[in-house]
C-alpha cells in the first residue's frame, strides 16, 4: 500500500502562485509515476499533471502548460506542483494520485484526500 497526504493548497488571487506538495509513503518502490488531478465544483475529474517516479518524462494538460510545473524529490518521496498565473478557472480540488504502472494515475491506483485550491477573480 501507498499513502498519499496533500498540502499547499489555499486562496489566491488570479494571478497568483501556491505550490502544492504530496508526500508519499509506504510501498513507494512499487510506484511508476506520479501526479495530479483536479475536481471542479459540478465537473468530473480531469488530469492536471504526471512525472515519471524514475526518469524525467513529465505530462500536462494542455490548459496549464507553461504556468504549472510537476517535479519530485525522490529523496523525500514527495511530488510539487507548482503553479504559477492561476485563473479562477483553476478551482478545484486537487488530488495526488501515484500510478502502479503507467504514468498516469487510473481509479484503481493510490489517490490522496484532496487539497482545496480557490482562485479568486
Known amino acids: 500500500q501507498v499513502q498519499l497526504v496533500e498540502s499547499g493548497g489555499g486562496l489566491v488571487q488570479a494571478g497568483g502562485s501556491l505550490r502544492l506538495s504530496c508526500a508519499a509513503s509506504?510501498?513507494?518502490?512499487?510506484?511508476?509515476?506520479l501526479g495530479w488531478s483536479r475536481q471542479a465544483p459540478g465537473k468530473g475529474r480531469e488530469f492536471v499533471a504526471a512525472i515519471r517516479w524514475r526518469g524525467d518524462d513529465t505530462y500536462y494538460t494542455e490548459s496549464v502548460k507553461g504556468r504549472f510545473t510537476i517535479s519530485r524529490d525522490n529523496a523525500k518521496n514527495t511530488v510539487y506542483l507548482q503553479m504559477n498565473n492561476l485563473k479562477p478557472d483553476d478551482t478545484a480540488i486537487y488530488y495526488c494520485?501515484?500510478?502502479?504502472?503507467?504514468?498516469?494515475?487510473?481509479?484503481?491506483?493510490?489517490w490522496g484526500q484532496g487539497t482545496q485550491v480557490t482562485v479568486a477573480s
Open positions: 509506504g510501498r513507494t518502490f512499487s510506484l511508476y509515476g
Open positions: 494520485a501515484a500510478a502502479r504502472s503507467g504514468i498516469i494515475a487510473g481509479p484503481n491506483d493510490y
